[in-house]
């Protein structure tokens, strides 16, 4: 799994991707990637509650940045056929100047590749869909790691009293129980939320 997590990240050349330098395999495998410093999504979240009045505001916008990016990234790996699998806030990390990477590509996998056997369960409890608690593996597909974003942009709007009202219902739509009733990917859900905070 350490070599598999650092064979995907190397498959992502995407500035919301962390890269890796260099992998060796064999008896003591080890890869080398880029040193991110910055702070989680969770401590961002969290550090938000700290904030009073103008600050609020501001710091809820860029929050909402902060899964736009998230979403644009999770986007281009669907768009190459591989899922994450484990998206939560912990997992996303704000670099010092704004950027932002997803990290912890250990669960990730093809969308048409080898998978685990069924009832399975991988991943981290409040943010896996339905069908990965419940250990359905063949269901796993682009629309897993969607449920996760809609979860994630949940918690940035319950931050807000005022959250717009279509945001509210993308939220809703990414976590949707049913895999058919949510976004297609990533991709799709970054740009409704893109359309929704320009009116």
Do not use: C
């Not at 710091?59 to 999770?74: G, I, M, Q, S, T």
């Not at 991709?187 to 939320?193: H, K, N, P, Q, T």
Request: charged share 25%.
């Amino acid at each position: 799994r350490f070599v598999a997590e650092a064979r995907t990240a190397s498959r992502l050349e995407h500035p919301g991707v962390v890269p890796v330098h260099e992998l060796a395999e064999g008896d003591a495998p080890w890869y080398s990637m880029k040193l991110v410093r910055g702070q989680t999504l969770a401590e961002l979240i969290q550090a938000f509650h700290e904030r009073r009045g103008g600050e609020r505001a501001v710091a809820w916008h860029r929050l909402l940045e902060v899964f736009l990016a998230v979403a644009r990234a999770l986007g281009f790996a669907h768009a190459r056929g591989l899922m994450h699998r484990d998206i939560k806030p912990a997992n996303i990390v704000v670099g010092d100047f704004g950027e932002t990477v997803v990290l912890d590509w250990g669960l990730a996998r093809p969308v048409a590749g080898p998978a685990e056997p069924e009832g399975t369960v991988m991943g981290t409890p409040g943010y896996m869909p339905p069908e990965q608690a419940e250990g359905r593996v063949a269901a796993h597909d682009a629309r897993s790691d969607v449920y996760a974003l809609g979860v994630i942009l949940y918690e940035i709007l319950v931050l807000e009293r005022t959250a717009p009202r279509p945001l509210r219902a993308i939220a809703r739509k990414a976590r949707a129980k049913r895999p058919e009733d949510r976004y297609a990917d990533s991709g799709a859900l970054g740009e409704d939320v893109e359309r929704a905070l320009s009116h």
